[in-house]
Protein backbone atom coordinates (compact mmCIF):
# COMPACT_ATOMS: atom_id res chain seq x y z
CA UNK A 1 0.00 0.00 0.00
CA UNK A 2 3.19 2.25 -0.31
CA UNK A 3 2.74 4.22 -3.22
CA UNK A 4 -1.08 3.72 -3.57
CA UNK A 5 -2.79 6.47 -1.04
CA UNK A 6 -6.26 5.12 0.94
CA UNK A 7 -9.16 6.15 2.51
CA UNK A 8 -11.52 4.72 4.35
CA UNK A 9 -15.14 4.27 3.30
CA UNK A 10 -16.74 1.58 5.27
CA UNK A 11 -15.18 0.37 8.83
CA UNK A 12 -15.15 -2.74 10.40
CA UNK A 13 -18.26 -1.72 12.87
CA UNK A 14 -20.39 -0.51 10.33
CA UNK A 15 -19.94 -3.54 7.93
CA UNK A 16 -20.38 -5.84 10.83
CA UNK A 17 -24.07 -3.59 11.56
CA UNK A 18 -25.10 -3.79 8.16
CA UNK A 19 -24.26 -7.62 7.63
CA UNK A 20 -26.65 -8.25 11.07
CA UNK A 21 -29.27 -5.82 9.05
CA UNK A 22 -29.06 -8.08 5.40
CA UNK A 23 -28.91 -11.55 7.46
CA UNK A 24 -31.84 -10.49 9.66
CA UNK A 25 -33.86 -9.64 6.35
CA UNK A 26 -32.92 -12.56 4.52
CA UNK A 27 -33.92 -14.87 7.20
CA UNK A 28 -37.31 -13.42 7.30
CA UNK A 29 -37.76 -13.83 3.57
CA UNK A 30 -36.77 -17.45 3.88
CA UNK A 31 -38.27 -18.76 7.18
CA UNK A 32 -39.18 -22.06 7.31
CA UNK A 33 -36.78 -23.15 4.25
CA UNK A 34 -33.29 -24.05 3.65
CA UNK A 35 -30.94 -22.19 1.31
CA UNK A 36 -27.74 -22.86 -1.11
CA UNK A 37 -26.06 -19.95 -0.73
CA UNK A 38 -23.27 -19.54 -3.58
CA UNK A 39 -20.21 -17.49 -2.74
CA UNK A 40 -18.19 -16.03 -6.16
CA UNK A 41 -14.82 -16.72 -5.42
CA UNK A 42 -12.38 -15.31 -4.45
CA UNK A 43 -13.92 -11.81 -3.59
CA UNK A 44 -17.13 -12.64 -1.64
CA UNK A 45 -15.20 -15.33 0.75
CA UNK A 46 -15.08 -12.77 3.71
CA UNK A 47 -18.49 -11.59 3.46
CA UNK A 48 -20.20 -14.80 2.67
CA UNK A 49 -18.67 -16.40 5.77
CA UNK A 50 -19.82 -13.34 7.94
CA UNK A 51 -23.24 -13.46 5.96
CA UNK A 52 -23.68 -16.88 6.57
CA UNK A 53 -22.74 -17.11 10.49
CA UNK A 54 -25.70 -14.38 10.92
CA UNK A 55 -28.44 -16.13 9.02
CA UNK A 56 -30.82 -18.17 11.63
CA UNK A 57 -32.55 -20.62 8.73
CA UNK A 58 -30.27 -23.64 7.46
CA UNK A 59 -28.05 -23.22 4.42
CA UNK A 60 -25.61 -25.17 2.76
CA UNK A 61 -23.00 -23.40 1.31
CA UNK A 62 -20.92 -23.46 -2.34
CA UNK A 63 -18.49 -21.48 -4.85
CA UNK A 64 -18.39 -20.39 -8.37
CA UNK A 65 -15.23 -18.64 -9.50
CA UNK A 66 -16.11 -16.08 -12.36
CA UNK A 67 -13.06 -13.79 -13.33
CA UNK A 68 -14.68 -10.71 -15.09
CA UNK A 69 -11.15 -8.65 -14.43
CA UNK A 70 -7.40 -9.13 -14.99
CA UNK A 71 -4.77 -7.45 -13.20
CA UNK A 72 -5.58 -4.01 -12.34
CA UNK A 73 -8.99 -2.08 -12.05
CA UNK A 74 -10.12 -2.09 -15.73
CA UNK A 75 -12.78 -4.80 -16.44
CA UNK A 76 -12.12 -7.08 -19.45
CA UNK A 77 -15.80 -7.14 -20.25
CA UNK A 78 -15.38 -10.91 -20.79
CA UNK A 79 -16.42 -13.76 -18.02
CA UNK A 80 -15.10 -16.74 -17.77
CA UNK A 81 -16.34 -19.44 -14.82
CA UNK A 82 -13.41 -21.13 -13.75
CA UNK A 83 -14.72 -23.31 -11.13
CA UNK A 84 -17.89 -24.62 -11.48
CA UNK A 85 -20.33 -25.66 -8.72
CA UNK A 86 -20.45 -28.81 -6.85
CA UNK A 87 -24.09 -29.80 -5.51
CA UNK A 88 -27.13 -30.02 -6.86
CA UNK A 89 -29.32 -27.10 -6.82
CA UNK A 90 -32.45 -28.05 -8.89
CA UNK A 91 -35.55 -27.35 -7.15
CA UNK A 92 -33.26 -25.29 -4.51
CA UNK A 93 -33.62 -21.85 -3.00
CA UNK A 94 -30.33 -20.33 -4.52
CA UNK A 95 -28.47 -16.87 -2.95
CA UNK A 96 -25.93 -15.94 -4.73
CA UNK A 97 -23.16 -13.64 -2.74
CA UNK A 98 -20.80 -11.60 -4.75
CA UNK A 99 -18.33 -8.95 -3.46
CA UNK A 100 -19.21 -6.22 -5.78
CA UNK A 101 -21.41 -5.43 -8.98
CA UNK A 102 -20.53 -2.90 -11.30
CA UNK A 103 -21.46 -3.49 -14.96
CA UNK A 104 -23.80 -6.32 -14.12
CA UNK A 105 -21.98 -8.50 -16.57
CA UNK A 106 -20.71 -11.19 -14.01
CA UNK A 107 -23.66 -11.59 -12.16
CA UNK A 108 -25.62 -11.58 -15.34
CA UNK A 109 -23.68 -14.12 -16.72
CA UNK A 110 -23.68 -16.55 -13.92
CA UNK A 111 -27.71 -16.16 -13.31
CA UNK A 112 -28.28 -17.56 -16.57
CA UNK A 113 -25.52 -20.46 -16.14
CA UNK A 114 -27.33 -21.45 -12.89
CA UNK A 115 -31.13 -20.94 -14.21
CA UNK A 116 -30.29 -23.25 -16.94
CA UNK A 117 -30.76 -25.95 -13.73
CA UNK A 118 -33.59 -24.75 -13.12
CA UNK A 119 -33.51 -23.98 -9.51
CA UNK A 120 -36.93 -23.20 -7.07
CA UNK A 121 -35.59 -19.69 -6.71
CA UNK A 122 -32.58 -17.48 -7.23
CA UNK A 123 -31.83 -14.09 -5.56
CA UNK A 124 -28.62 -12.34 -5.66
CA UNK A 125 -27.05 -10.46 -2.45
CA UNK A 126 -24.02 -8.14 -2.86
CA UNK A 127 -21.95 -6.36 -0.47
CA UNK A 128 -21.57 -3.28 -2.62
CA UNK A 129 -23.42 -1.67 -5.46
CA UNK A 130 -21.85 0.40 -7.96
CA UNK A 131 -25.11 1.46 -9.46
CA UNK A 132 -24.42 3.90 -11.99
CA UNK A 133 -21.83 2.15 -13.88
CA UNK A 134 -24.35 -0.84 -15.06
CA UNK A 135 -24.27 -2.10 -18.70
CA UNK A 136 -26.81 -4.26 -18.27
CA UNK A 137 -29.90 -4.04 -16.41
CA UNK A 138 -29.19 -5.46 -13.42
CA UNK A 139 -31.42 -5.00 -10.04
CA UNK A 140 -29.54 -7.38 -6.54
CA UNK A 141 -32.35 -8.37 -3.92
CA UNK A 142 -29.95 -7.70 -1.38
CA UNK A 143 -27.39 -4.94 -1.12
CA UNK A 144 -24.83 -4.21 1.95
CA UNK A 145 -23.86 -0.66 0.33
CA UNK A 146 -24.34 1.34 -2.57
CA UNK A 147 -21.36 3.51 -3.86
CA UNK A 148 -20.57 5.91 -6.41
CA UNK A 149 -17.48 5.56 -8.88
CA UNK A 150 -14.16 4.48 -7.31
CA UNK A 151 -11.85 1.75 -6.58
CA UNK A 152 -12.26 -0.32 -3.41
CA UNK A 153 -10.29 -3.10 -1.80
CA UNK A 154 -10.80 -5.09 1.69
CA UNK A 155 -13.01 -7.05 3.35
CA UNK A 156 -12.27 -9.79 0.56
CA UNK A 157 -11.88 -7.20 -2.31
CA UNK A 158 -8.65 -6.67 -3.89
CA UNK A 159 -6.13 -5.03 -6.05
CA UNK A 160 -3.98 -7.76 -8.12
CA UNK A 161 -4.24 -9.90 -5.58
CA UNK A 162 -3.13 -7.37 -2.77
CA UNK A 163 -5.42 -6.48 0.18
CA UNK A 164 -8.24 -8.76 0.51
CA UNK A 165 -6.92 -9.38 4.57
CA UNK A 166 -8.24 -5.70 5.55
CA UNK A 167 -10.92 -6.04 7.68
CA UNK A 168 -12.32 -2.46 6.92
CA UNK A 169 -12.91 -1.31 3.13
CA UNK A 170 -10.86 1.39 1.81
CA UNK A 171 -10.93 3.67 -1.77
CA UNK A 172 -8.00 4.10 -3.83
CA UNK A 173 -6.13 5.86 -5.33
CA UNK A 174 -2.69 5.08 -7.44
P1 LIG B 1 -18.95 -6.58 -13.14
O1 LIG B 1 -18.99 -7.82 -13.96
O2 LIG B 1 -20.23 -6.28 -12.40
O3 LIG B 1 -18.47 -5.40 -13.94
O4 LIG B 1 -17.79 -6.75 -12.12
C1 LIG B 1 -17.86 -7.47 -10.97
C2 LIG B 1 -16.48 -7.79 -10.49
O5 LIG B 1 -15.56 -6.73 -10.76
C3 LIG B 1 -16.44 -7.99 -9.01
O6 LIG B 1 -16.64 -9.32 -8.67
C4 LIG B 1 -15.05 -7.54 -8.65
O7 LIG B 1 -14.18 -8.65 -8.75
C5 LIG B 1 -14.67 -6.54 -9.70
N1 LIG B 1 -14.77 -5.16 -9.23
C6 LIG B 1 -15.61 -4.20 -9.67
N2 LIG B 1 -15.40 -3.06 -9.01
C7 LIG B 1 -14.42 -3.29 -8.13
C8 LIG B 1 -13.76 -2.50 -7.12
O8 LIG B 1 -14.03 -1.30 -6.89
N3 LIG B 1 -12.80 -3.13 -6.39
C9 LIG B 1 -12.44 -4.43 -6.58
N4 LIG B 1 -11.49 -4.92 -5.80
N5 LIG B 1 -13.05 -5.21 -7.51
C10 LIG B 1 -14.01 -4.65 -8.27
Same mark, same amino acid.
Given at each position: $? *??????????? +???????????? !???K?????EL???????G? /??? $?AD?V??L??P???? /????? &??G? %? &?? &?S???? $??? *??ET &??K?R???I?E *???D? %????QY?? #?????? #??H????????????????????D?? %??T? +? +?????GY?? *???E !?F? /????????? !?
Amino acid at each position: $M *DQISKQILFSR +DEIQKRVREIAS !QISKDYAGRELVVIGILKGA /FIF $MADLVRELSVPCKVD /FVRVA &SYGA %G &SE &SSGKVV $MTK *DIET &SIKGRDILIVE *DIVDS %GLTLQYLV #NWLKER #NPHSLKICVFLDKRKRRKVSFEADYA %GFTI +D +DGFVVGYGL *DFDE !QFR /FFPDVYIIE !Q
